[in-house]
């Protein structure tokens, strides 16, 4: 009998996904350097932010908990919570960050 590879369950590339699912509306795509600058700094340059807006309006919950875990590694504790909020506040999002938010 022949023994079966197990392979080990790769984690998804929430940048990635998130942005694809910010970019699909849009001729230009917001790139992941883009999205981490945006995420890590709290600040959305005019032309990216209806990518932004778009991410927090559209995406599943899980695939925004997932981004915020990959991009926190990055930054202090608590102060991608505190730019997601003022980035979310900013731009009008309609689904509040605290939905999806998991704070560290």
Known sequence: MR???VSKARRPDFIAMACTTASVSFREVLTPDELINVLLSGKVS???RPH???LFDEAPPALLQGL???V???TKPGQLER???RLA???GATHGVERWLKSG
């Open 72 to 74: 926190a590694r990055w």
């Open 83 to 85: 730019n997601l909020r």
């Open 68 to 70: 915020a875990e990959d």
């Open 46 to 48: 005019k032309k990216r």
């Open 3 to 5: 023994k079966r590879k």
């Open 52 to 54: 932004v807006r778009t």
């Open 89 to 91: 506040s900013g731009l």
